[in-house]
């Protein structure tokens, strides 16, 4: 038994433990709230100072983090967020949660969990438990995180604690958040994965434990590699049943009667987000390391990438069929979150969209309740009114079905819709096209 675990633990158990997360983002603000609700005491560390700021005044910046929830913990002296490192030092156990991107040749960018876990490493003191959470390939918690925390002379395991635990999190989900979707835990030692469990069972309802860091890590790409995959096959059998004049969407839900061994997915715009359109890549990266191509991967990515182009193609069909040509129509985008009620733009297709339309002479506008204002192209676009800005646009493209909207509403505004969610399912009207 390590007595530095025993009492990590019991410091757990009665609520001393002093919890510090790196990264107040979309995974690291609910999760700080949902450790501080917990019990721990917790501080958020961000180079963020306008994130930092907010924490401290007790706001959210986060639609799923109840604001009055970030201020009662800050009330309380629960949860607080600095710029400050040193107080790294105080923190029993640490959690990483900064951004995993690629990089402009579509590597894995690791900079930033480097340089988090370098903080840590500078101020590493025996019996504290360090956990990443940040999206990447199998591999790194030992590969990189390891050699960095291990400089001082402390070993994993003995004198300190190593962890990765894949975050689940599906922002807009009204059902899961992060204490009810279950955490997967693999540890570098055993007693690694033991006292990061007795750190998430405080305040995440199911914690199941794997044998590694690197079959934790392999989870969650399985996961998002499994999503990008069929998204990849059901836009294809989109592009099929286009050619064979089927309604893919009748096909898809009569398909999903079947009680067993079948799971719907829906085609779409093209993939968004900081997860699928990314995620697979760093695991075909990985083993491209190891002489292996992802094949499935790099298929479903080519499948997915091409759906913002083809969605372009269906915007000047319809234009054709009013004989009117991209080049000077008015073209509404509705909705350029990358999914439904969600104000997140990264990676999403309604960029590519916006893009694609422009390059070929439309004036291009939007509307997204969620997303006031669009940085976009090197300018501000702000969202437009809604009903007024439908009956302007020679052609509305709903690229992401917000319940806000009133659909039947919509369509009877506008002069033709494009729709690439079936966002207007039930509604007939040959001003429609569909996906
Ligand atoms: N957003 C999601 O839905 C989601 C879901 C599951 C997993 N993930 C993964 O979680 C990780 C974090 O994603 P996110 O969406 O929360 O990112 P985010 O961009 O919303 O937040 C990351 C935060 O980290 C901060 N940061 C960057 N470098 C830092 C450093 N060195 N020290 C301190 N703070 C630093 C940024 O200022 C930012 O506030 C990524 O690996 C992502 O793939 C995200």
Redesign the pocket.
Known sequence: MNDHATALEEKIRANTARLGT????????PLSVEFAAAGLTVTG????ED?VEAVNAGRSY?KDVAGDRVAALVGQGRLRAT?D?EGLRSCDAVI??????LGKTRDPDL???V??AR?IAERLRPGQLVVL????YPGTTEELILPLLTEGGMEAGEGFFLAFS??????GNARFNTRNTPKIIGGVTPTCARVARALYAKAIETVIPVSSTRAAEMV?LLENTFRSVNIGLVNEVALMCDRLGVDVWEVIDAAASKPFGFMPFYPGPGLG???IP??PLYLSWKLKTLNYRARFIELAGEVNSEMPEYVCERVAGALNEREKSVKGSTVLVLGVSYKRDVD?V?ESPALDILRLLENRGARVGYNDPNVPQLQWNGATLESQDLLPAVRKADVVVIVTDHSAYRYAEIVDAARVVVDTRNATKGIQSPKVIKL
């Open positions: 790196i990264g107040l983002g979309y995974v690291g603000l560390f961000d180079l963020a994130k986060i710029t490192f990483i949660c900064v951004p995993t991107p900079s930033m969990v340089e988090a903080s959470e940040s999206t990447t894949p975050e689940r999190v599906d922002p969650k987000g900081h997860c990314i995620d997140d990264r």
